[in-house]
């Protein structure tokens, strides 16, 4: 358990007010030292672990429940009347930090490198004028879970969530899902113009921001805000061709091999839910507690630690997994940052992605809780694409151990093809969604109608050519509304497919050493961000690599695999 030694133990933050002495100390402090700027950075990372926590929960309560006004209010007060302090004050401080005397000192250490190169980073993009923009920003995308959430449907008499919904897209029954496919998606079409207003509008703002910290357009801003120091734009355009070279065939190859199993004419969207063969929808759990018991189980056949951070979750309070009204889409591990104990959302309704989203929320648990014991609370925040490896390692390192899931052989195997095909198909989708972003902000001021002519052109580039859209294509053109990273956090998506890559290359060595690849895998996480990503997966025994050529060995591996189960 983390404890205080600049904070007032029983602190707690109210408004700004209550805050502010804190931060006037640190910057009137004198740093005449090492060991007192060393100092200086442990008591900032307090402050600033005390603010993460609080405005975390305050996030977490408005998505447990979006029609929770007092919820909603303090969160938009934490974003309107202490967040637009914090910009000023966080700028400053970083100016103080860079320019102590001992600051070439320090960044002989790599850890201390990197967090010095994220503060040039920040004083980069910090600009006095866009800290109500931000604000403003924030607040537009709160929208997207409200409107999102919102969304229901009847089924059989019964009102349903979308994430609900979608569990019923695995029926056997053709029309049924048939129909059902239709529901969700007229459903969703209700708010297309809604949430092209919204998405238009973030646009604008985001442009805005670039703008005024004197880039060119927001891309290339974010690329610089989200410290990404080991790969540049084009290094994106090079996976996305690589994806249409290499994965885009598999896809293809195992979609052409679904509508032959299914035996229809043509394949629809509505079928790539449904078992192929014709068996009942897998589902590995019935409730919330048995798939939190038997999660724990698989943790503990991993390694007894993995297991007893789950435990403490569960006891704490800190899992709510079960689809509800009102509650906001999607799932997320969100890190506590003074307690260490983090905290999962999950929309489970008992469908095997679902098991997946587990698995792949608990390896980002276990992540927070292996880098809690870092220096600073800068090093314990790690660029996505090391995040993401955490999490998406988990959900192939764990399926050795599915059996506690499915007891049966043939459901076992036919979990894994399900979890290795939603694997392949994911790659082209954050492909397609990577793409589609580069577009948008390369060319801010385009038209509602132009956006829609251009996602058409992508999706198509990295979609299959087997699966009949036709009297679906405005569906289709509304796709990319159903991706929050789009409208919450811009650019943040490609970090899936690099993580996807490693978390192949980390199962890939376990099949050759199990136990290896784990340590290695732990050894990596432990690391949080005090080295490059580049070492960090290196440590895991993987590559950071996403050239056609290091794409196409692991399709292969993925396609050997596939073979033999």
């Not at 307090?46 to 309560?61: F, K, M, N, P, S």
Request: one cysteine or more.
């Amino acid at each position: 358990m983390y404890t205080r030694t600049f904070l007032p133990i029983d602190f707690s933050i109210t408004d700004w007010a209550s805050i502010q002495p804190f931060y006037d100390e640190l910057l009137n402090r004198k740093i005449t030292s090492l060991e007192l700027l060393k100092q200086f950075l442990i008591d900032w990372s307090e402050v600033e672990g005390a603010l993460q926590e609080d405005a975390g929960w305050r996030y977490i309560h408005t998505s447990l429940n979006t029609v929770d006004e007092a919820a909603k209010a303090r969160y938009a007060y934490f974003i309107t009347e202490i967040e637009p302090y914090l910009a000023p004050v966080t700028d400053a401080l970083n100016k103080k930090a860079s320019l102590a005397k001992e600051v070439d000192k320090l960044r002989q250490e790599p850890q201390f490198d990197i967090f010095f190169k994220k503060i040039e980073n920040s004083l980069r993009c910090y600009r006095k004028e866009n800290i109500p923009i931000h604000t403003e920003i924030q607040l537009n995308t709160t929208k997207y879970g409200v409107i999102t959430a919102a969304m229901t449907i009847e089924i059989e008499g019964k009102e349903l969530t979308l994430q609900q919904a979608a569990a019923q897209l695995e029926s056997t029954d053709r029309s049924f899902r048939q129909a059902v496919y239709e529901k969700i998606n007229q459903r969703r079409l209700q708010d297309k113009e809604n949430l092209d207003i919204l998405y238009s509008t973030l646009v604008q703002q985001r442009h805005q921001l670039a703008l005024n910290a004197g880039f060119k357009n927001f891309r290339d801003y974010a690329f610089v805000a989200m410290n990404r120091f080991d790969y540049n734009p084009a290094s994106c355009f090079s996976f996305h061709a690589a994806i249409k070279e290499e994965v885009v065939p598999l896809l293809n190859q195992l979609t052409a091999e679904r509508k032959k199993q299914l035996g229809v004419d043509r394949l629809r969207p509505f079928d790539f839910a449904v078992d192929p063969h014709g068996r009942m929808p897998l589902r590995p759990f019935s409730d919330e507690k048995e798939l939190i018991t038997k999660t724990i189980t698989v943790f503990e056949r991993l390694a007894p630690f993995l297991a007893d951070c789950l435990r403490t979750m569960e006891k704490m309070g800190h899992l709510d997994l079960a689809s509800r009204k009102g509650k906001a889409p999607g799932g997320y591990n969100y890190p506590l940052d003074e307690t260490g104990v983090p905290f999962i959302f999950m929309n489970a309704a008992s469908t095997f992605r679902d098991l997946i989203t587990m698995f792949h929320e608990g390896g980002h648990a276990v992540h927070s809780f292996l880098v809690h014991d870092l220096l600073l609370n800068d090093f314990k925040h790690c660029p996505s694409e090391i995040a993401e490896l955490a999490s998406m390692s988990m959900e192939l390192l764990t399926m050795s151990h599915w059996d506690v899931f499915f007891t049966d052989p043939a459901s076992l195997n036919r979990a894994k093809k399900e979890h290795l095909i939603s694997m392949v198909s994911c790659l082209t989708w954050i492909a397609t969604i990577d793409a589609f972003q580069h577009w948008v902000y390369e060319n801010p001021y385009h038209t509602v109608a132009e956006r829609r002519e251009h996602w058409r052109r992508i999706f198509r580039e990295f979609s299959d050519d087997i699966t009949d859209w036709s009297g679906y294509e405005e569906f289709q053109d509304h796709l990319w509304q159903k991706q929050l990273h789009l409208f919450e956090v811009p650019f943040y998506y490609i970090e899936y497919a690099i993580a996807q890559l490693g978390a192949i290359g980390v199962w890939k060595n376990a099949q050759e050493n199990p136990q290896k690849a784990l340590d290695n895998y732990l050894s990596a996480l432990k690391l949080g961000y005090t080295a490059s990503m580049s070492t960090v997966y290196q440590t895991a025994g993987v590559c950071f690599d996403f050239s056609q050529a290091y794409i196409r060995s692991l399709v292969q591996f993925l396609r050997k695999a596939y073979m033999e189960w």
